[in-house]
């Protein structure tokens, strides 16, 4: 922490060297590095850094790959600083929303990877967004403010669910979030779980492979039935 101060310019700077990717992607995935280990104590340094982020995300002179590590790192800083994320939210909101929204050449197999991950990102965002608002014990008033994006966020997830291109990291992401957001929300969450795409791929992800992915689909699959029985 005594060490912020004096470094935080030489982060700036590999975040705002949009010239060499690689650069930046790095120095973005350093933010996420440094809100695991400093938690809420990278709060001073957040409203810098996230308009130095969100400056990326409009900026298309920015490389593709960076966008994707640039919305999973709002989920590294939700998690950090908890509902003090809360004024970020309409910006970052939104931004989830466009970007969940793109649609690439699907010939090119190097565009679906990159949608993949864009996806993934998304995910990935909205789940340390939710878990950051909720927090640790009974659900926090503050993740009520997420509450108007609910229905926007399930249907991206039916859009993964229809596209046969997803991936298993997708799969596990979106199998958590779904946990995540009945979690969060509850029963209000039953008609918008109880469809044939959300059924499927909590379906995939219990089949897969990966102990992960399987272990989230399995969680969301609980969670479900957890609902089911309440109503019941």
Known sequence: MKYMDAFKPYLALGLKNV???QVCVAAVGLVGDLCRSLTSKVLPFCDELMTMLLENLGNDSV???VKPQILSVFGDIALAIGNEFKKYLGFVLPTLHQAS???????DYDMIDYLNDL?????EAYTGIIQGLKGDTAPSADVSL??????????FIEQIALDDDHNDACISASCGL?????????SRMLPLVETDNISNIITKGRRSKTTKTKTLATWATKEIRKLKNAQS
């Open 119 to 123: 996806r993934e990102g998304c995910l």
């Open 146 to 155: 997420v509450e108007p994006y609910v229905n926007q966020i399930m249907t």
């Open 19 to 21: 010239a060499e990717y």
């Open 63 to 65: 490389h593709r790959s």
């Open 101 to 107: 929204q793109a649609q690439v050449d699907k010939s």
């Open 178 to 186: 779904i946990g995540d957001l009945i979690a969060a929300f509850g």
